[in-house]
């Protein structure tokens, strides 16, 4: 085995690279990989993985190893350092329009999932705020807390135009918002 590489660590996934044997790749029928002490036999014409579930902030060992017709041939190691869990990423998207006309005037929000970053999503953040020019609540917003599988919410509203900013929670924290263009309360 020439080389082996790890790529793209998160806190609960990483992905692994590595090259066929200098002598002897044509006898390659696959390839033992062994993580934390399980092993799994992988195709010859299959040199990456992608290995998910890991524990964040842990240490992960690997041993990749060459086998064929003539046993195992020499093994690459090594081990990688996942970071920790941190907050969740942004949602991936967000678009709002104004809801049914009212009254109550209200606002229909929709985003996509945030990546939970190491430490599950356990609620979403929506806080709507004056775009300036209209009434407004008072204390300047309206905010609600929604379950992990939420993706929409109506939100009601005082009448003017207002934008809507989505957070992901977590164990780790609140993360960054995706912010969405002003809409009109209807």
């Not at 609540?137 to 934008?163: C, E, H, M, N, Y």
């Amino acid at each position: 085995m020439t080389r082996l590489a790890a790529s793209g660590a998160r806190p609960t996934s990483v992905t692994l690279a590595w090259a066929p044997p200098a002598l002897g790749a044509a006898d390659v029928a696959g390839y033992v990989v062994t993580v934390q002490g399980r092993s799994r036999l992988l195709p010859a014409d299959q040199r990456r993985t992608t290995l998910t579930g890991l524990r964040p902030g842990s240490a992960v060992s690997v041993v990749v190893r060459p086998t064929g017709p003539a046993g195992h041939g020499a093994a690459a190691s090594l081990t990688v350092r996942l970071p920790a869990a941190t907050v969740p990423s942004a949602p991936t998207g967000i678009s709002v329009r104004p809801g049914p006309v009212g009254p109550p005037l209200t606002a229909r929000v929709f985003w996509g999932p945030a990546h939970h970053d190491g430490a599950p999503i356990t609620a979403y953040y929506v806080v709507a705020r004056p775009a300036g020019g209209g009434a407004s609540a008072p204390g300047g917003k309206v905010s609600r807390v929604v379950g992990p599988a939420v993706r929409s919410l109506d939100l009601r509203l005082p009448p003017g135009r207002w934008t809507v900013d989505v957070h992901a929670v977590n164990a780790r924290g609140t993360g960054p918002g995706r912010r969405s263009v002003p809409v009109l309360a209807q």
